[in-house]
């Protein structure tokens, strides 16, 4: 029991220090560590408020990480990532952050790992200004966005069909 306690502690770190890598080259913007934690044949796929940037092998995710860096350096956004699950093969977390020193960043993300312990794919869900059901403003986005969607969602939170 000892062992099993030491392997999943040691998992657990490896974990954690995994997440805080990932927010240091984040909002360091660090283009060129990309290259240390993917695989050569790596897939990343980032969804960013419907926006969906996909990259394949680790030249399209150098050149498309480098984008989201200058991205984020354009728009001063930092992150706070916090470790959720993990197991030998999958980190997943979840992080919050500031877009032009406005707090309503948030997002999760899902890493698979290959045997060398290198990001075989990456799936990151963001949302950079998020707000609650009861804010007005995003009630009004999601009207003009997505207006059959938005009237149910109305309907059904005040008890109607």
Request: overall charge neutral.
């Amino acid at each position: 029991m000892a062992a099993q306690t030491r392997t999943t502690d040691a998992l657990h770190q490896r974990a954690l220090a995994f997440v805080a890598e990932a927010e240091r080259m984040t909002n360091e913007r660090d283009v060129d560590g990309i290259r240390a934690v993917f695989a050569p044949d790596g897939h990343w796929t980032a969804t960013m408020d419907g926006l969906v940037i996909e990259a394949s092998g680790i030249d399209e995710i150098h050149r498309d990480w480098g984008a989201m860096c200058r991205f984020m350096a354009t728009r001063r956004m930092y992150v706070a990532k916090t470790l959720v699950l993990a197991d030998e093969r999958t980190v997943v977390n979840e992080w919050t952050g500031e877009v032009a020193g406005r707090t309503r960043a948030r997002g999760i993300e899902v890493w698979q790992l290959d045997d060398a312990a290198r990001v075989s794919d990456q799936r990151l869900y963001g949302f950079l200004d998020a707000r609650p059901d009861t804010s007005p403003v995003q009630n009004l986005r999601m009207l003009a966005s997505h207006p059959l969607t938005a009237i149910a969602f109305a309907r059904t939170r005040w008890g109607g069909r």
